[in-house]
T-cell receptor, first 115, second 111 residues
Framework: AAGVIQSPRHLIKEKRETATLKCYPI?????VYWYQQGPGQDPQFLIS???????DKGSIPDRFSAQQFSDYHSELNMSSLELGDSALYFC??????????????FGNGTRLTVT | DAKTTQPNSMESNEEEPVHLPCNHS???????IHWYRQLPSQGPEYVIH???SNVNNRMASLAIAEDRKSSTLILHRATLRDAAVYYC????????????FGKGTHLIIQP
């Protein structure tokens, strides 16, 4: 079965640069979530989108922005990168706005390293 | 604020049942209990979720206390592939709100 696809798998950037992470949800999933997981940390919710509109916001820095496109894929844009942004970034998707019987399906993440 | 409490780690033997506890004493009447697990170098994986009644699926069983202040994830016959961090999360059962991961339980399976 198709899974959530994230690209790139690995990304290395320098401080103050920008980065764009992409997420392709499972077909027919209309809801996308972004999570950040620092080294040795638990996943932290950043932001979610339903039907191309922002739905919920977590601990996303102002330097980050995200959007969901008409084909339901999503992009997380990160500017003025800091060393502390080095982390695994996971995207998850679910169908029907995250309905009661619809769990989140996670991708395998993008590992961002800021040097 | 995750508002759930789990042991930091647990150890079990292969092919034995595993009971992973979770306390959520301040749970509201509409909050579901979700369980996800994360294997090394992978994204979290859905395990099971429930509201009031016990739930079973192909991966596990979820036993929810009558007062809903605690729950137990049951792996009926652990394998080495079940070694992971298990997260108990309380949250709304639907909608596009993000689930808040807290400190999960690191399950170690001994051969």
């Amino acid at each position: 079965a198709a899974g959530v696809i994230q690209s790139p798998r690995h990304l290395i950037k320098e401080k103050r640069e920008t980065a764009t992470l992409k997420c392709y949800p499972i077909p027919r999933h209309d809801t996308v979530y972004w999570y950040q997981q620092g080294p040795g940390q638990d996943p932290q919710f950043l932001i979610s989108f339903y039907e191309k509109m922002q739905s919920d916001k977590g601990s996303i820095p102002d330097r980050f922005s995200a959007q969901q496109f008409s084909d339901y894929h999503s992009e997380l844009n990160m500017s003025s990168l800091e060393l502390g942004d080095s982390a695994l970034y996971f995207c998850a998707s679910s169908p029907r706005g995250g309905a009661l019987d619809s769990p989140l399906h996670f991708g395998n993440g993008t590992r961002l390293t800021v040097t | 604020d995750a508002k759930t409490t789990q042991p930091n780690s647990m150890e079990s033997n292969e092919e034995e049942p595993v009971h992973l506890p979770c306390n959520h004493s301040t749970i509201s009447g509409t909050d579901y209990i979700h369980w996800y697990r994360q294997l090394p170098s992978q994204g979290p994986e859905y395990v099971i979720h429930g509201l009031t009644s016990n739930v079973n699926n192909r991966m596990a069983s979820l036993a929810i206390a009558e007062d809903r202040k605690s729950s137990t994830l049951i792996l009926h016959r652990a394998t080495l592939r079940d070694a992971a961090v298990y997260y108990c999360i309380r949250g709304a059962g639907g909608g596009a709100d993000g689930l808040t991961f807290g400190k999960g339980t690191h399950l170690i399976i001994q051969p």
